[in-house]
Structure formats: C-alpha cells, structure tokens
C-alpha cells in the first residue's frame, strides 16, 4: 500500500499549486481521504477531507481558496490551492481521514514566501 504525494513547490504568496495523491493497493473511492499539512515541531493537521461519498470539508483557513477532488479512474485525490499565504507553507501529506491513518510517507513541501 502506497500514497505518493507530489505537486509542491516554492510559489509566490498569490500564486496557486495542485498537488496530486497516486494511491496504490487501496481504492481512494472507497474511503474517506485527506491532505494533511505538518509544519515543523507541529501536529499533522488535517486541511481538506472528501468522503467515500463525494462530500467535501475544509479546515475554515483554507476554505474557499483550497479544494479537494478525486479522480477514481486514476484512484489519485487532488488538492488545488489557490490564492497561497506564506502560512499555507507545511509539508502535505495524504492519507486516510477519520479513521487510522497508513503509514506515513514523505509528503510534499509547499513554500509560500516572496
């Protein structure tokens, strides 16, 4: 079982990035998935969830400017950002949501700064 987070960058304050989760031995379509951000010395903080059903929750600092999707033909969970904040910057990881997670991997760095 894998789930390999990729899409960060160094962008602009402004700018927008669209990270993308390959999920392999499991089926992102039948379980409830989300991007966590950790920043250093910090919690893993769960951002955006989106349900077995379609569904979708955000965490209220990335509402309206981030949004999750899946794609279920790719078994792949997207997280377009938009109109990034120096505060947005973490390390981005997907997994499961709501239930215990898969082993972690290495996530995606995100950095917003000018």
């Known amino acids: 079982v894998q789930l390999q987070a990729s899409g960060g960058g160094l962008v602009q304050p402004g700018e927008s990035l669209r990270l993308s989760c390959e999920a392999s031995?499991?089926?992102?379509?039948?379980?409830?998935m989300g991007w966590y951000r950790q920043d250093p010395g910090k919690q893993r903080e769960l951002v955006a969830s989106?349900?077995?059903?379609?569904?979708?929750n955000y965490v209220d600092f990335v509402k309206g400017r981030f949004t999750i999707s899946r794609d279920d033909a790719q078994n792949t969970v997207f997280l377009e950002m938009n109109n990034l904040k120096p505060e947005d910057t973490g390390v981005y990881h997907c997994?499961?949501?709501?239930?215990?997670?898969?082993?972690w991997g290495q996530g995606t760095q995100v950095t917003v700064s000018s």
């Open positions: 031995g499991i089926t992102v379509s039948s379980n409830n």
């Open positions: 989106i349900l077995i059903g379609g569904s979708t």
């Open positions: 997994n499961f949501a709501y239930k215990r997670p898969l082993s």
